[in-house]
């Protein structure tokens, strides 16, 4: 019988971190590798929760610190961007 798959199981390994420098410190995540099933159960939410929900699945406590002090506009969608490309995925618009 195969094991019960968590919510969490589409998250890699520990030692598979990416580290951002931005304009309020740097910023240590997972990369985004939403499983099939992570993008199915949010793909109703608006485009600004979806985002919202990547971020918050796939950094930690101190990683949001930091994020949350980013420049709604620029600052964070330079950070997004490079954390999509170090990811190797297109979120779209």
Known sequence: MAATKKPSDHKPAA???????????EVKVYPLRPSTGFL???RKLSQQDQMWTL???FAGEEALQTIDQLDPG?????FMKAWEEASGIELGE
């Open 15 to 25: 030692g598979d971190v990416l580290t951002f420098d931005t304009a309020r410190g």
């Open 40 to 42: 199915r159960r949010n």
């Open 55 to 57: 971020i918050e699945e």
């Open 74 to 78: 620029e600052e964070l969608g330079e």
